[in-house]
């Protein structure tokens, strides 16, 4: 039993607070419709802990938002998945010290090199190795995503609440 169960039946709290010489049957009603506004905002409360215990429970790791998105917009097949963006591996320069030489060649000159192995070795900024503008991926099934413009709306307004905050950039793809 938690400290948050309260029964407000006629046979619960308010039975159990009036003197037993007071336990009549019109004294017992007269209670119960005193207590309706308490009982209202008592099942408001309810059901707000329980919203805000699960909210506590997931955080904005992928696994956690899998399982939210999953609860909300596929709780049959749980179909949705998250995978990382597109990345490009960059070529590093080493210094002559370190002796693992590396020939660079332009992208125009592929076929061209004097060393054959690799061909060529692109070179890229960090602005250009960076998650190619997509983060991570939502990946959707076709079936869960046929419904309305708010569906996706408020599958992004889901992501949006539950995700990590340096994480901006997200698309949603169907398969």
Excluded at 19 to 46: H, N
Excluded at 75 to 94: E, H, K, L, T
């Amino acid at each position: 039993m938690s400290v948050f169960d309260v029964d407000f039946s006629s046979g619960g709290l308010p039975r159990y607070l009036l003197p037993v010489r007071l336990r009549q049957p019109k004294m017992l009603a007269w209670l119960q419709v005193l207590l309706q506004p308490v009982r209202y905002l008592y099942e408001l409360f309810s059901e707000n802990h329980a919203t805000n215990l699960y909210i506590l429970a997931h955080t904005g790791q992928v696994c956690y938002l899998q399982a939210v998105l999953n609860d909300l917009f596929d709780p049959v097949s749980r179909g949705i998945f998250i995978s990382d963006g597109p990345y490009a591996d960059p070529a590093f320069i080493y210094e002559a010290a370190e002796s693992k030489p590396l020939f660079i060649d332009l992208v125009s000159e592929e076929g061209t090199a004097v060393i054959a192995n690799p061909d060529p070795v692109p070179l890229y900024t960090v602005a250009e190795t960076y998650l190619l503008g997509v983060q991570f991926i939502i990946n959707v099934p076709v079936a869960v995503a046929t419904g309305t413009d708010s569906d996706i709306y408020r599958l992004r307004a889901t992501v949006d609440k539950f995700r990590v905050a340096s994480k901006n950039n997200y698309s949603v793809v169907t398969y």
